[in-house]
């Protein structure tokens, strides 16, 4: 759906991005994450027309990015949006679509919970509804492509999981979506790929899962016993410390044999066990150490 070859962009002497390789496949929800100043605004700005590339190539089902927003093939709904305070849903609706000549998409508007809102004017909506707007805008020529730019930043938690199960629709429906989120929970749970954006460059790409799970020795044992207890040495698991709650804490590179050897201690001993997990390092925690690794590079 779209190919990035060797993307480069500068303003001035400042480098922003340094050859970007990158392939989006059909129906994927392709997760775009970066800490601030990464590139992430300029590389999605170049990918929707909106910027010029310095060197490289960008080609959306075979198109260049300005002829693929001519041609309806891109949706987006950007990180900042507003419209004129009077503007209501319904003459916005109105407006997208005769820019277009198509019928006027009202069943957008209900779609996405704004039929008794359609007359109502845009200062009036809640930070929700004009989110949801966006979106329904962006959808109104039915693109092939959607670009959602922090698609739920400043939403509450019941507006966002709304917005959520929106975004699980649509690609159910077939669209394919590019998605650029400082959410790490929004991204591990709607993307199918992610690509991880530092210092111009993708340093990552692959499955959430896939990019967790490529670090060995990262799996927390956390035990709880009802009294103290005086640990051995385990062959399978290494202490890693004690939280104020009084879990002690074990790392391991093989969790089934670790946790083994930890339940047969409980077990042989008699020990009155109160609590007992397993924590994996999150998608946020490898953001973090990814981003670490480029800072010491």
């Known amino acids: 759906m779209i190919k990035v070859e060797g993307l480069h962009k500068s303003y001035g002497a400042n480098h922003v991005l340094r050859g970007i390789d990158l392939a989006l496949e059909k129906n994927e929800i392709f997760g775009l994450l970066g800490p601030n100043g990464a590139g992430k605004t300029t590389m999605l700005e170049i990918m929707e027309g909106l910027r010029t590339r310095e060197e490289g190539h960008i080609d ?8 693929a927003v001519r041609k309806g093939i891109l949706g987006v709904q950007l990180q900042s949006s507003s419209l004129p305070e009077v503007m209501t849903p319904l003459d916005a609706m109105t407006l997208f679509c005769r820019w277009r000549n198509q ?5 957008l508007l209900s779609r996405f919970g704004l039929e008794k809102e359609m007359k109502k004017p845009y200062k009036h909506l809640s930070m929700g509804q004009k989110r949801r707007l966006h979106l329904a805008l962006a959808l109104a020529h039915e693109p092939g492509i959607l670009f ?3 698609p739920t930043a400043g939403l509450d938690v019941e507006a966002r999981v709304a917005l959520h199960e929106d975004i699980k629709n649509m690609k159910k429906k077939g669209l394919t979506m590019v998605l650029a989120s400082h959410d790490m929970a929004e991204v591990e749970s709607l993307c199918d790929r992610v690509g991880i954006l530092v210092s111009g460059r993708i340093k990552k790409i692959g499955s959430p899962r ?78 973090i150490a990814i981003a670490k690794e480029d800072d010491a590079e």
């Not at 959306?60 to 002829?67: K, V």
């Not at 019928?103 to 069943?107: I, Q, S």
């Open 60 to 67: 959306i089902m075979g198109h260049t990015p300005a002829e």
């Open 103 to 107: 019928e006027v998409r009202t069943d």
């Open 148 to 150: 959602l730019d922090e």
């Open 210 to 287: 896939a990019i967790v799970d490529e670090v060995a020795g990262e799996t927390i044992i956390r035990v709880k016993l009802a009294t103290p207890h005086e640990w051995p040495v385990f062959t399978h698991a290494e202490r890693h410390g004690e939280s104020a709650e009084g879990h002690v804490e074990w790392q391991t590179e093989d969790a089934l044999e670790g946790l083994l050897e930890i339940l047969g201690h409980i077990k042989k001993n008699d020990l009155a066990l109160l609590d007992i997990t397993l924590k994996k390092q999150t998608l946020e925690e490898r953001f």
